[in-house]
């Protein structure tokens, strides 16, 4: 069999935690940013753990992560 190829897309926007958890960026941080409070904006900020649903489909496309 040959290698699987990891999804680069998918690569880029994921990183794996210690205990094997995927971490992902917010979204709704580029622009349209003057309606939304400051508060909401320091949040996004902050890194997301990816949902449990989605995790069987990341594990198949980020195979060596």
């Keep these: 069999m040959p290698k699987m190829k990891t999804k680069r897309a998918a690569a880029k926007r994921f990183k794996a935690t210690g205990t094997g958890k995927l971490k992902r960026n917010k979204a709704y941080k580029r622009h349209i940013l003057t309606k939304k409070s400051t508060k909401r904006k320091r949040n996004l900020r902050k890194p997301a753990m990816?949902?449990?649903?989605?995790?069987?489909?990341?594990?198949?496309?980020?195979?060596?992560?």
């Design 50 to 65: 990816t949902d449990a649903t989605n995790v069987k489909t990341m594990k198949k496309i980020l195979p060596y992560i």
